[in-house]
């Protein structure tokens, strides 16, 4: 009877996640941010109407379950996770902009990484880096997984506006997208006595044999900053429309069974020979995913005080900073991220821009870094 109730007990769970993964068929791709939060409220208004270069370099890595560096590990200490939505999340952005009065050109190239899934998901991958798997024990993973690698070629145009005591600037951005690799599927299951049973289906732009056409796409991007004496605002929805196709996908849909599962130091899964199921090749059109920002600030004396919500990266984050205004146009930019606990300090001036974001005073323990680094030329 205990081996009979097991069995029920798989086989509801797994019923459950189908029925949820079936959403993903249709789920957005995502992409490197545009702008960060310190970006939008950290503007200024566009008032030069001479050439100017800038250039940015952007990283950040962040996940809820381990700090960063004992990740990279090959083995390690047993661990018990305690989140509850377990993700992790790694971003790459170069970017190039030249801005002429109230237009401006630019050319990015990144990489964006996003995984999800359940604690018992992140609980079998540390337990596999600790060899320290129960084979008593019965696990439920679910897990999520996309992966791009995008260049953009973008122009933006700076539309100033004033009513009564109110002045803003409306920013609007198009962008060309190309995607060059592209992965994007999940994985649910039982894993038990060295065992995986469950299925899986993803797309790929890559397989034996096989590359994909680019994907190409565009996307819609709008951003909103007013001011009305010592308040301001800023409203910003990137990818507020927008899609990209591919001409030709790989997409496979299997079941699992297999006693060859081995942890992926960049993934969750690297070893699956036993599949049984079915690969297609056809056309894919998926929407781009909506990241956006709302904040307000208030300023007093040489403060300003900042609260906004946003969303980047699939992740809601709620912002409590300030603004210390420097001379010659400087400024010290402190932000305080809730519920995923995170600071980010930067110094901004004419010329340059630097911001720092960690989740613990300790970098070797930090579960987030960041880094951002600007350059200005006229």
């Known amino acids: 009877m205990e081996r009979v109730a097991k069995c029920v007990q798989i086989w509801v769970s797994l019923s459950l996640v189908a029925g949820f993964v079936q959403s993903l068929t249709a789920q957005s791709v995502s992409l490197p941010s545009l702008r960060?939060?310190?970006?939008?409220?950290?503007?200024?208004?566009?008032?030069?109407?001479?050439?100017?270069?800038?250039?940015?370099?952007?990283?950040?890595?962040?996940?809820?379950?381990?700090?960063?560096?004992?990740?990279?590990?090959?083995?390690?200490?047993?661990?018990?996770?305690?989140?509850?939505?377990?993700?992790?999340?790694?971003?790459?952005?170069?970017?190039?902009?030249?801005?002429?009065?109230?237009?401006?050109?630019?050319?990015?190239?990144?990489?964006?990484?996003?995984?999800?899934?359940?604690?018992?998901?992140?609980?079998?991958?540390?337990?596999?880096?600790?060899?320290?798997v129960n084979p008593q024990r019965f696990y439920f993973p679910f897990a999520t997984e996309q992966k791009g690698r995008w260049r953009w070629l973008g122009l933006s145009h700076f539309v100033p506006f004033r009513s009564h005591q109110v002045k803003g600037e409306l920013t609007l951005t198009l962008r060309y997208l190309v995607c060059h690799r592209f992965r994007d599927g999940w994985l649910s299951g039982t894993y038990n006595n060295d065992r995986l049973m469950g299925e899986l289906e993803f797309v790929s732009s890559q397989g034996i044999g096989f590359r994909a056409p680019e994907g190409k796409g565009f996307a819609l991007d709008l951003a909103v900053n007013a001011r009305k004496g010592k308040w301001s605002a800023s409203f910003a929805v990137e990818g507020i429309w927008g899609q990209v196709r591919w001409k030709r996908l790989r997409k496979v849909s299997a079941l699992v069974d297999t006693n060859a599962l081995?942890?992926?130091?960049?993934?969750?899964?690297?070893s699956l020979p036993f599949l049984v199921g079915r690969e297609e090749f056809s056309s894919f059109t998926r929407p781009v995913g909506k990241q956006w920002l709302i904040g307000f600030g208030y300023k007093q004396s040489r403060w300003q005080w900042n609260l906004a919500l946003s969303e980047?990266?699939?992740?809601?984050?709620?912002?409590?900073?300030?603004?210390?205004?420097?001379?010659?146009?400087?400024?010290?930019?402190?932000?305080?991220?809730?519920?995923?606990?995170?600071?980010?300090?930067?110094?901004?001036?004419?010329?340059?821009?630097?911001?720092?974001?960690?989740?613990?005073?300790?970098?070797?323990?930090?579960?987030?870094?960041g880094i951002q680094v600007q350059f200005f030329a006229r």
């Open 36 to 132: 960060l939060a310190s970006d939008y409220l950290n503007w200024q208004p566009v008032t030069s109407s001479s050439t100017q270069i800038f250039y940015e370099q952007r990283y950040l890595g962040a996940n809820n379950v381990i700090a960063l560096k004992e990740g990279t590990r090959k083995t390690l200490s047993p661990y018990q996770v305690t989140a509850s939505n377990p993700f992790a999340v790694s971003e790459k952005l170069s970017r190039w902009r030249v801005r002429y009065r109230r237009w401006e050109i630019e050319f990015a190239e990144g990489s964006l990484s996003l995984l999800r899934g359940n604690s018992d998901a992140a609980q079998l991958w540390l337990d596999t880096k600790a060899k320290v």
């Open 262 to 270: 081995a942890q992926d130091p960049e993934g969750f899964i690297r």
């Open 312 to 369: 980047q990266a699939g992740r809601h984050s709620l912002h409590l900073g300030a603004i210390w205004s420097l001379a010659s146009r400087s400024g010290i930019f402190v932000d305080f991220q809730t519920p995923f606990r995170s600071v980010s300090l930067g110094y901004s001036s004419p010329n340059l821009n630097l911001l720092l974001t960690l989740s613990h005073p300790d970098p070797s323990k930090a579960m987030a870094l």
